[in-house]
């Protein structure tokens, strides 16, 4: 268990957010009303809406719909319309005599393509949105992501959150990403609740989300609800399409590079439906053709079905396979990717009670094979995962999440096979690790007052690391010591070895983790809010490289390394402006996070069994002010984002002794950036033409660099500044697109466009790192400067049918 002195303020706060929740519930139980609930849907696929506003005109009794489309208000016996909102949509208005509690599905539509496509939102559920106590979301349309010029045609929803406050990649051409501060292993990622452990394909060029499979994306950058556990920076939270249960469907793409087909329809008669999405690159095919004997190559496959057995009960299998293939010649070839499966169950015990069970699969491995020296790589990480989710609806004021989760993990964190018995090498398998983390949540929205909403809820996690190994003991309990004579961290010294059984426990941590929000309405137009979250991390992903790598590897919490705990601290402003035509939101926030592991000088991470040897522990701090100008209606749309933060690290030596990381200063983080400026915007000129722009800048990231050499016994050698001391230059880029859709492929059975973008327009090559060497003919130092990009433009032409 964590010590007292970082239990008890949790604690605390636990025991307060009880009698929050115990006093809620007494207030809901006496009140006497009727409900109305059931699901939102889109009339011309059946597809469920999550977000969309229900509100009873003329009252404040509202809310939206959750991720699976279903609603439930609550109000008093009399006459009612039923409003039915949603960005997108035509309005819906339903007249209701409520003396009972009614079942109320309803199907909206989309705007008309012949009209101005023009954002119509109701007062009521504007003035819910502001009211509402979550802060530090981005809710990403996808026909906001689909306007966005992209890199080499494909659109990618992970660039297109990078361009909001708060979100950063770690340079160009790499994947992952990171959010306040945050390092990218600090990120949950789900897919239908599926954990993807590595985002990008072709080594960050494209994520491995396909847009077209894809309903909604959710990221909450703090706030994070007590409903989701085991990260400490942020949750990415993407949900399929369910699949179109109207009509069959066929669309997709032809690129540049690569193309993509997704089909999808109804299936058993009215009860259900099935989409499936692939794409290919041809990149591999292209320079085969070229006479190239390297090659690399992607693919990915997404499945869901569903089945309603009635209007209580829906099940869903969903599924993603992905794979990245790189080969250097006959000498190395590499593979890498994702599978993940989801079985759900959708109950509806009442118009009060909503449930969702969920058992999935999800797995991450790469493969490395080296033909020359005749031996094979393999690492993975596979964990299955067990949890059931409720929504209790006890009154409008007053609504209850709660629900547990299981996660059993099985880490490998690599082995060696021979490919042929004149191998020089001999097999190797590391220890292969073994985990179960565990929550228990309980989460609560309430109203109260006219004014001011809460959102408070409470996580209890626990994580026991697994035997089945043997585990190293050192002299004085330290895997790492500082040599005061050469000043570095070496290796501690073995004494032993523990042999743990598979049964036993080899460690064990539990943490109380409090979340709370609030906010306060101050007119019909603008609202405070604030948020407090402590969260707990118990894997951690091994990488001293400043980007996302395959060859990444996570680890799990245990006798050496322990769980990363942070606070965060939020304070936002929203308001709307011009009749809802412009919204603003500021928010500035404070994040620590302690236990966050970096590395010694000289670390090998790779092939390594003793990992322990190889880091020290050490701190991070976050803070930012975080701005967002929106223009939300009109032909004119888009947005201007802009953050102002600070990462910083800091590693002492602890038990270890010595000073530390950088002499036991603050450091930049590796993935800190001053200063963030996205400006994106969107002109749709009539119903054949629509253009979109993109202006980045950002303040490069942190290197080190060598300052000086000297020479010892005729070998020239580096010395280096304090770590993350300098910056590559920065970061700036203009992307432009145009898109035509011709008026004789625009009928009711077929519909075409084309897609022309320029990625970096004004070809800036941004550096991507820089490297310093010797020029061996004038023996002078000299630095080399590597760019990813120049400028790249692209042609794609989509179709639907």
Known sequence: MNSKSQLDPAIKCSVWLLWFFFLGCILAIGQTSHTISGTITDESNGETLFGASVFLNGTTIGGVTNEYGFYSVTAPEGDYVLTISYMG????????????DLAQDVEISEFSTELDEVVVMADEPERAILRKPEMSVVKMNMGTVKQMPVVLGELDVLKSLQMLPGVTNNGEGTGGFHVRGGAQDQNLVLLDEAIIYNTSHMFGFFSVFNADAIKDVKLYKGGIPASFGG???????????????????????IGVLSSRLMAEGPVFGDKGSFLIA??????????????ENNSVSFYDLNLKTNYSINRNNKLFLSGYFGRDAFKLGNSFDSSYGNATGN??????FSDHLFSNLSAILSRYDYDLEFAQDEFDWVSSITNYNLKYDFKYYLSNDFKLDFGINVIYYAFNPGEVNPTAETSPVNPLRLEQKKALESGFYLSAEQKLGPKLTAQYGLRYSAFSRFGGQLINTYANNQPVVYNPELGIYERGTVTGETNFEKRDVIESFGNFEPRVSLAYLLNEDSSLKAGFSHTAQYIHLLSNTSSVTPLDVWTPSGPFIKPQLANQYALGYFRNFKDKTYSLEVETYYKTVDNRIDYIDGSELVGQNTIETEILNGKMRAYGLELLLWKNEGDFTGWIAYTLSKSKQQTLGGTAGGPGINNGDWYNASFDRTHDISISGAYQLDDQWSFGTNLVFQTGRPVTYPNGQYVYEDLSIASYAPRNSDRLPSYHRMDVSVNYKPRKYQNKHFKGEWVFSIYNLYNRKNAASISFGQNMETGANEATRTAIFGIVPSLTYNFKF
Not at 279 to 290: F, I, Q
């Open 89 to 100: 949509y035509n309005e819906v208005n339903i007249e209701l005599h409520l003396n009972r």
């Open 231 to 253: 990260r400490v920076s942020s949750v990415l939270d993407i949900r399929q399409k369910d699949g179109n249960n109207k009509n069959f469907e066929l669309n997709g793409g």
């Open 278 to 291: 692939g794409r290919r690159s041809y990149v591999d095919l292209l320079l085969k053709a070229a006479g």
């Open 343 to 348: 079985l759900r169950w959708n109950h509806i």
